[in-house]
């Protein structure tokens, strides 16, 4: 059987599953359009067909017929009210999945009446210092039907503990959850700069997060690899990606260190990237990404199923596109951004709203962000074809260019992994879960990564500012009649009312069963236990996030990043 008949045999049977969605398959005209084009016969097997090794074209067969994207908009600030009356509007108006920003003081792992959260609680996102944040935060909305992605990393598990004893409280089966949890602590040390402890600690947090989904919470993805902050800090979109897959590889090696199943646990590993405006760089991005992915879970790790293989992965559009100058400008580049990403084969995406370069996103900008998505999922016909730019010259020539230069810097890190394991028998960087592991962390330490990345951001501004690179309402078409937008602001009575209710929640709480389950937690960590059920356990009894991360900080120290030059 011929690949295109391959297709034709997989297509037919999804169909016959009851799993092509029932919608208009037409052109705006009425003309009719075939799920997928391509060659008949073999085509090159780098390019493939939707559903079919090594998922250049997309992860299934129906593509976009099948299921759309997840419109999952980024959402959260104030207190857990405020943001819970958010999310039940978002999926009111059509969002199919919640993703939670939180404030600046729960991503670092401090309650919200710590002296270094002044200031801070829930400014840049939601507040949560225990369960009882996390119960009020999704009040009324079905968690078993909904699935929910948390962006945060340092204190990601204890987090994602809180928002498992939150599903045991509504009476939801936690083997039944579905979402994603970031995690992803190698882009803090690389980009974002959001990490709690060094780097063996947190590795040792994800293992064990990674063994009790495995085995508990089978459904949910405990990690999802970010090189959305890592493009965000300046990278170019080859870094961004093999920075990224690299970080992934990692995380791998960490799975198999632990014994696990790599068909087991690489399906609950997801990914998350940054949509720019390039359209035609980032669509071959993602198309590289899965195939890069594939053949190296298959022919590196051993992985021997599809969806061990599969990449999945949620796109965010550009945030450092935004511009303060005629912001009006940044629904366009939103939407075409939103395209990209939808082109690429992206399986949820969240639209930045025009004012997130000023402030959280207002009501209406958030609507319009929101509308973006659905304006492409319901006018466009984008979904009506799988991989509508497969075989394009251009863009199969961008996504063989875009995975030589990940290999490239693949090869780089692992030598650095090699050197890493020369200096581990002096004490220094080197570690035991593997090469691209142990290349990565030199790549961190060395300030490898940082300077990489540095020098790409260095090198645009310098395009930036001579004009090779231009972007509009900044250093051209200057003139506007816009004017300022009215934008969101939260209020100092958040704080205040916030830690009132953090006060009142440790006074009604039984002190002596927080302190015990604390002890078992740090037991666990000191003997080699899983630290999960010891960490829920807290979490049930009300201990907060900074009590938590503040008895690890004491079991563990906290990282300080060498200053360079």
């Known amino acids: 059987m011929d690949a295109r008949a391959r297709w034709q045999a997989r297509f037919e049977a999804a169909e016959a599953a009851g799993r092509v969605r029932d919608a208009d398959f037409t052109t705006l005209s009425g003309l009719p359009v075939e799920p997928v084009y391509g060659p008949e016969g073999e085509v090159d097997e780098r390019i493939g067909w939707p559903g079919e090794y090594p998922f250049t ?46 404030d600046m003081p729960t991503l670092m792992g401090r309650d919200s009446d710590d002296p270094r959260s002044l200031g801070e609680v829930g400014h840049c996102g939601v507040a949560v210092d225990s369960a009882a944040d996390m119960e009020v935060l ?21 987090v994602f503990c809180m928002y498992l004893v939150a599903a045991e ?19 803090e040390y690389i980009a974002q700069k959001e990490w709690l402890f060094g780097p063996g600690p947190h590795l040792r ?83 590289a990404a899965r195939r890069i992915w594939a053949r190296w879970l298959r022919e590196r790790y051993g992985a021997t199923t599809d969806k061990a293989q599969w990449l999945r ?49 207002s009501e209406q900008a958030a609507e319009i962000a929101l509308r973006t998505q659905q304006v492409l999922a319901e006018e466009t016909g984008v979904a009506n074809v799988a991989d509508p730019l497969g075989g394009s010259w251009y863009v199969e020539a961008l996504t063989d260019r875009m995975e030589a230069e990940a290999e490239r810097i693949f090869a780089t890190i692992e030598a650095m992994g090699e ?25 961190i330490e060395d300030g490898w990564f940082l300077t990489e990345i540095a020098d790409a951001s260095f090198a645009y501004q310098v395009a930036l500012e001579k004009g090779d690179k231009r972007v509009v309402g900044v250093n051209c078409h200057t003139e506007s009649v816009s004017t300022p937008l009215e934008i969101l602001r939260v209020g100092h ?38 630290m999960l059920p010891a960490m829920l ?7 907060t996030l900074g009590e938590i991360c503040d008895a690890l900080r004491a079991e563990w120290g906290e990282y300080t990043e060498p200053a360079r030059f």
Not at 70 to 86: L, V, Y
Not at 340 to 351: D, E, M, R
Not at 537 to 543: D, F, I, L, S, V
Request: proline share 3%; net charge negative; charged share 25%.
């Open 57 to 102: 074209r997309g992860l299934h067969p129906t593509g976009y017929r099948g299921r759309a994207w997840t419109i999952r908009q980024f959402a959260g600030f104030g207190n857990a009210e405020q943001s819970n009356d958010r999310y039940k509007k978002i999926l009111a108006q059509g969002g199919g999945g919640l993703s939670v920003a939180f």
């Open 138 to 158: 999704f009040r009324d909305i079905p968690l078993d039907q909904v699935t929910t992605s948390m962006t945060i990393s340092g204190p990601a598990v204890p």
């Open 169 to 187: 409280r509504a009476g939801v089966d936690t083997r039944v959850l579905d979402g994603t949890l970031q995690t992803d602590i190698f882009k």
């Open 205 to 287: 947090l994800i293992g064990d997060l990674l063994e009790h989904c495995a085995a508990e919470v089978p459904r949910f993805k405990p990690v999802s690899v970010s090189g959305y902050h890592i493009r965000e800090a300046g990278s170019t979109a080859a870094q961004e990606l093999a920075f990224t897959l690299a970080d992934g590889f990692a995380y791998v090696e960490l799975g198999l260190s632990r014994g696990l199943d790599v068909d087991v646990f690489a399906p609950g590993l997801s990914f998350f990237f940054d949509a720019h405006i390039d359209l035609f760089e980032e669509v071959a991005k993602f198309r």
């Open 313 to 361: 992965f949620h796109t965010q559009t550009a945030g450092v596109s935004l511009t303060a100058q005629q912001p009006y400008n940044n629904v366009v580049r939103t939407a075409v951004e939103a395209l990209a990403a939808v082109l690429g084969g992206t399986n949820s995406l969240h639209t930045n709203a025009l004012d997130e370069t000023l402030a959280l996103p």
């Open 419 to 443: 050197t890493g394991r020369d200096r581990d028998a002096e004490g220094r960087v080197g570690h035991d879960i593997g090469p691209m592991t142990s290349g990565v962390l030199r790549g």
């Open 493 to 530: 009575e958040v704080e205040t009312d916030q830690v009132a209710a953090l006060q009142a929640r440790r006074a009604a709480r039984h002190d002596d069963r927080v302190t015990a389950s604390l002890a078992d937690m740090l037991a666990a960590a000191r003997e080699g236990r899983n």
């Open 537 to 543: 356990e807290a979490c049930r009894a009300e201990a």
